[in-house]
T-cell receptor
Framework: GNSVTQMEGPVTLSEEAFLTINCTYT??????LFWYVQYPGEGLQLLLK???ADDKGSNKGFEATYRKETTSFHLEKGSVQVSDSAVYFC????????????WGAGTKLIIKP | NAGVTQTPKFRVLKTGQSMTLLCAQD?????MYWYRQDPGMGLRLIHY???????AKGEVPDGYNVSRLKKQNFLLGLESAAPSQTSVYFC???????????FGQGTRLTVV
């Protein structure tokens, strides 16, 4: 089927820690993959994306690599800040979903100073 | 630099009342979407539109209706609100399927 699975939160880290938020997907073919971020009280905004295998998306110190072998798109950041506290959503889009975004459940990230 | 604007931002309804949520975008986007966001469930697509005058059902369409009479506006209607429709509603628009989706700031609806 079409699905996106993210690690459950909340994830709580100290400032400057290394972050990984896991995301795996199921799909027929090779969908485009996205990470969106939702800061408190706001709508979602695109953080980064990758449209083909082995592509690496990056923005604001965050990175994610499209791994077709493991059908994964894990989000990483080397040194998190308090301002990174938010909810992070993994999503995919492709022909097999009639070009609709399929969303993960979201992972809440809490960064403590 | 408005982007996607949703009105209202907050609303409390009594069971059985009706209301319309308005989404307006100024980016000339073809595709518009209505989602609901519930704790632990991510975003679920209610209805969407691929162009002016067209609408289609998403994952959870029951109890909602939509209209896209003008390209820039996408209206979501609740004919007879139920407590199960208590949620945060987000509108989004895109220019094409695999480009960035732009979101409004959300409407927090409580049905009592």
């Amino acid at each position: 089927g079409n699905s996106v699975t993210q690690m459950e939160g909340p994830v709580t880290l100290s400032e400057e820690a290394f972050l990984t938020i896991n995301c795996t997907y199921t799909a027929t073919g090779y969908p485009s993959l996205f990470w969106y971020v939702q800061y408190p009280g706001e709508g979602l905004q695109l953080l980064l994306k990758a449209t083909k295998a082995d592509d690496k998306g990056s923005n604001k110190g965050f990175e994610a690599t499209y791994r077709k072998e493991t059908t994964s798109f894990h989000l990483e950041k080397g040194s998190v800040q308090v301002s990174d506290s938010a909810v992070y959503f993994c999503a995919r889009i492709g022909m097999d979903s009639n070009y609709q975004l399929i969303w993960g459940a979201g992972t809440k990230l809490i960064i403590k100073p | 630099n408005a982007g996607v604007t949703q009105t209202p931002k907050f609303r409390v309804l009594k069971t059985g009342q009706s209301m319309t949520l308005l989404c307006a975008q100024d980016m000339n986007h073809e595709y518009m979407y209505w989602y609901r966001q519930d704790p632990g469930m991510g975003l679920r697509l209610i209805h969407y539109s691929v162009g002016e005058g067209t609408t289609a059902k998403g994952e959870v369409p029951d109890g909602y209706n939509v209209s896209r009479l003008k390209k820039q506006n996408f209206l979501l209607g609740l004919e007879s609100a139920a407590p199960s429709q208590t949620s945060v509603y987000f509108c989004a628009s895109t220019n094409s399927f695999d480009t960035e989706a732009f979101f409004g700031q959300g409407t927090r609806l409580t049905v009592v």
